[in-house]
C-alpha cells in the first residue's frame, strides 16, 4: 500500500476558524472562497488578504489549498475577476476552481503558474470532455455530481494518467443539474450562481392540481411537512473502497456555509475510515460508529 497514492481528503473551509478545525482533523486540503466570485455568500468567504493568510496557515501544516472561482461570469464582474486572479500570483494557492472557460483563460493569462482544477458546475459527464479540458492545460476535474460510480471508472480508463479526478462525497446536493438552479433568482432576486443561493428547494412545498386549488396533496416526509424539491443530503462513507477502485483522486466535502461542528464530526469520519482502509484494505470493514456521527 505504500507504493500506491492516497486519496486526498478535501475539506470545506468558510472562514478561518473552520480551516483550522478541518487541518486539526485530519484534512490533506482544503478548499475556500472570495465573495460571489465563488458561488457561496459573503458569511462563507475570505477577503484577498485574509485569502493570503489562510493558505499560508494551510501550508504550513503541508495542507494543500484550492481556491474556488467557479461562477459563471457576467461582464461586470470581470474587473473584479482580472484584480482577484492578478493576486493569485501572491497568494500562491495550489490550484483554481473555475467553470467558466472565460475565467479560465483569464486564469491562464493572468496567473499562469497557478494549477487550474474544472468545477462541478461545468456539468463533465465524459470523457471526451475530460480531454478538452485537459488540452486547455487543466489538471483535475470535479465530475459533475450526476455521475454513478460504474461511469467514473469508464471515464477514469479512458483519460490521461496525470489528469486528477475529483468527486464529493458527503454534503448538500442541489436539486438542478450540477448546481445550475434558477429557482432562488426567480422566487427572492438572489442569484445561486454568483453565491447568493436562498434554497428554495429546502423550504415545505405543496403539490396542487390546476382544477382542485383547494386541495393541496402533501408527500409526508416528517412532521414539518414535505420537500418535494430538495435533493438527499450525499453520504458516501460506506462506498469508499468502491470509489478508491473507480480511480478517483480527491475527495471532496461539502458545506462551506456548515459550522466549524459540521467540519470536525465530518472530516473527523471520513479521515479514520480512510486511515482504516490504508492500513489494511484486504480486511477493510465499515465502522457503523462513523455513520452514526456524521447523523449528528
Same mark, same amino acid.
Given at each position: 500500500?505504500?507504493? $500506491?497514492?492516497?486519496?486526498? %481528503?478535501?475539506?470545506?473551509?468558510?472562514?478561518?476558524?473552520?480551516?483550522?478545525?478541518?487541518?486539526?482533523?485530519?484534512?490533506?486540503?482544503? #478548499?475556500?472562497?472570495?465573495?460571489?466570485?465563488? !458561488?457561496?455568500?459573503?458569511?462563507?468567504?475570505?477577503?484577498?488578504?485574509?485569502?493570503?493568510? &489562510?493558505?499560508? #496557515?494551510?501550508?504550513? #501544516?503541508?495542507?494543500? /489549498?484550492?481556491?474556488?472561482?467557479?461562477?459563471?461570469?457576467?461582464q461586470?464582474? +470581470?474587473?473584479?475577476?482580472?484584480?482577484?486572479?492578478?493576486?493569485?500570483?501572491?497568494?500562491?494557492p495550489?490550484?483554481?476552481?473555475? &467553470?467558466?472557460?472565460?475565467?479560465?483563460?483569464?486564469?491562464?493569462?493572468?496567473?499562469? =503558474?497557478?494549477?487550474?482544477? $474544472?468545477?462541478?458546475? &461545468?456539468?463533465?459527464?465524459n470523457?471526451?470532455?475530460?480531454?478538452?479540458?485537459?488540452?486547455?492545460?487543466?489538471?483535475?476535474?470535479?465530475?459533475?455530481?450526476? %455521475?454513478?460510480?460504474?461511469?467514473?471508472?469508464?471515464?477514469?480508463? =479512458?483519460?490521461?494518467?496525470?489528469?486528477?479526478?475529483?468527486?464529493?462525497?458527503?454534503?448538500?446536493?442541489?436539486?438542478?443539474?450540477?448546481?445550475?438552479? +434558477?429557482?432562488?433568482? +426567480?422566487?427572492?432576486?438572489?442569484? &445561486?450562481?454568483?453565491?447568493?443561493?436562498?434554497?428554495?428547494?429546502?423550504?415545505?412545498?405543496?403539490?396542487?392540481?390546476?382544477?382542485?386549488?383547494?386541495?393541496? %396533496?402533501?408527500?409526508? *416526509?416528517?412532521? *414539518?411537512?414535505?420537500? +418535494? !424539491?430538495?435533493?438527499?443530503d450525499?453520504?458516501?462513507?460506506?462506498?469508499?473502497p468502491? %470509489?478508491? =477502485?473507480?480511480?478517483?483522486?480527491?475527495?471532496k466535502i461539502?458545506?462551506?456555509t456548515?459550522?466549524?461542528?459540521?467540519?470536525?464530526?465530518?472530516?473527523? /469520519?471520513?479521515?479514520?475510515?480512510?486511515?482504516? #482502509?490504508y492500513?489494511? /484494505?484486504?480486511?477493510?470493514?465499515?465502522?457503523?460508529?462513523?455513520? =452514526?456521527?456524521?447523523?449528528?
Amino acid at each position: 500500500m505504500s507504493k $500506491i497514492k492516497k486519496v486526498e %481528503l478535501l475539506a470545506p473551509a468558510g472562514s478561518q476558524e473552520k480551516l483550522e478545525t478541518a487541518i486539526l482533523y485530519g484534512a490533506d486540503a482544503v #478548499y475556500m472562497g472570495s465573495g460571489s466570485l465563488s !458561488l457561496r455568500t459573503q458569511a462563507a468567504s475570505f477577503e484577498l488578504q485574509q485569502l493570503q493568510q &489562510a493558505v499560508a #496557515y494551510a501550508k504550513r #501544516y503541508q495542507v494543500k /489549498a484550492y481556491l474556488a472561482v467557479n461562477l459563471f461570469a457576467r461582464q461586470s464582474d +470581470l474587473p473584479e475577476l482580472e484584480t482577484h486572479l492578478r493576486a493569485m500570483n501572491q497568494i500562491k494557492p495550489d490550484g483554481l476552481i473555475v &467553470a467558466d472557460p472565460g475565467v479560465l483563460s483569464m486564469a491562464r493569462r493572468l496567473c499562469p =503558474d497557478v494549477p487550474l482544477h $474544472i468545477s462541478t458546475q &461545468a456539468s463533465v459527464t465524459n470523457a471526451e470532455t475530460c480531454r478538452f479540458w485537459y488540452e486547455q492545460g487543466v489538471r483535475r476535474i470535479i465530475l459533475a455530481r450526476e %455521475l454513478s460510480i460504474r461511469e467514473i471508472r469508464t471515464i477514469r480508463s =479512458d483519460i490521461p494518467d496525470d489528469l486528477e479526478l475529483e468527486v464529493f462525497v458527503h454534503g448538500a446536493m442541489c436539486m438542478a443539474w450540477s448546481g445550475r438552479c +434558477l429557482l432562488s433568482n +426567480l422566487l427572492t432576486g438572489r442569484d &445561486a450562481n454568483h453565491g447568493e443561493c436562498a434554497q428554495p428547494c429546502r423550504w415545505s412545498w405543496q403539490l396542487t392540481e390546476a382544477q382542485h386549488q383547494d386541495h393541496p %396533496l402533501l408527500l409526508e *416526509q416528517d412532521q *414539518q411537512g414535505s420537500y +418535494l !424539491l430538495s435533493s438527499r443530503d450525499l453520504c458516501m462513507i460506506e462506498h469508499l473502497p468502491e %470509489l478508491i =477502485d473507480a480511480g478517483i483522486g480527491s475527495f471532496k466535502i461539502e458545506g462551506r456555509t456548515k459550522s466549524s461542528f459540521y467540519t470536525a464530526t465530518v472530516v473527523k /469520519a471520513y479521515r479514520e475510515a480512510l486511515n482504516a #482502509y490504508y492500513a489494511d /484494505a484486504g480486511s477493510y470493514q465499515f465502522d457503523p460508529a462513523w455513520y =452514526d456521527d456524521l447523523n449528528k
